[in-house]
Every structure is written in C-alpha cells, then in structure tokens.
C-alpha cells in the first residue's frame, strides 16, 4: 500500500461489520488518486481481504502503477 500512496494513490481497505454478520462480502478495497481522471477509480467487494487484492491490485497495474509482488 505504501508503494500506491509514493503513486498519489490513496488506499482504503474496509471491513464492514453489518455486512459480514448479513452474509455478504464485507470486505472493500477502494484505490483512487492522482494517477486517475476524476471519475475513475478501482473498487472490489469480496469475502476476504485477500479476494479484494487479488482484484483491485491487477486492475491498478493494468492503469500504469508499480506494485510490488
């Protein structure tokens, strides 16, 4: 995450409870910044926080930015 935000990235990685205890994916990654245009950003909703990267992270590489394995 420090990677993304030496990018102008800023990283919001969230668990919400109220979902979790309704069964749906309580987990949301969200990556937005300067690399972006205005509207866009990347966002994933998964079961685990792992599933959120797994997703968000090869969008972010496929816009441009560095990250590290």
Excluded: N, Y
């Excluded at 926080?49 to 969008?59: F, I, K, Q």
């Amino acid at each position: 995450m420090e990677a993304l935000a030496d990018q102008g990235v800023t990283v919001l990685i969230k668990a919400d409870a109220e979902r979790l205890r309704d069964g749906a994916k309580p987990w949301t990654f969200v990556a937005s910044g300067q690399p972006f245009h205005e509207d866009l950003l990347v966002r994933a909703e998964a079961h685990s926080v792992e599933a959120c990267l797994a997703a968000g992270l090869p969008r972010l590489r496929e816009l441009g930015l560095v990250i590290p394995e």
